[in-house]
């Protein structure tokens, strides 16, 4: 069975920082391309940032410079750290594997930014 678990959502204060995990399992983790993606009330859900299996990212223009993803593969782990967060950052985070046709979600995770 494939399990997505998203932690480390929160209330944060505008400028701060959140650390978003992910725990993988019953995937072949490796073999997957990592991704996490948010929605807004009201939005579509969108791109934040995706690690490709051999380690190469990609990024949301509206996080460029401040977030960064990485993974572990040992531990079968990716991660989201969030830095310098704004307002417009609240949403819920999703963390997104895919292979080939195959594409899994996490349930998500809310992240605030407010004061």
């Known amino acids: 069975q494939v399990q997505l678990v998203e932690s480390g959502g929160g209330l944060v204060q505008p400028g701060g920082s959140l650390r978003l995990s992910c725990a993988a399992s019953?995937?072949?983790?490796?073999?997957?391309?990592m991704g996490w993606y948010r929605q807004a009330p009201g939005k579509q859900r969108e791109l934040v940032a995706v690690?490709?299996?051999?380690?190469?990212?990609n990024y949301g223009d509206s996080v460029k410079g401040r977030f960064t993803i990485s993974r572990d593969n040992a531990k079968k782990m990716v991660y989201l750290q969030m830095n310098s967060l704004k307002p417009e950052d609240t949403a819920v985070y999703y963390c997104?594997?895919?292979?080939?046709?195959?594409?899994?979600w996490g349930q998500g995770t809310q992240v605030t930014v407010s004061s």
């Open positions: 690690i490709s299996r051999g380690g190469s990212t």
């Open positions: 997104n594997a895919r292979r080939a046709t195959a594409s899994r």
């Open positions: 019953g995937i072949i983790f490796s073999l997957n391309d």
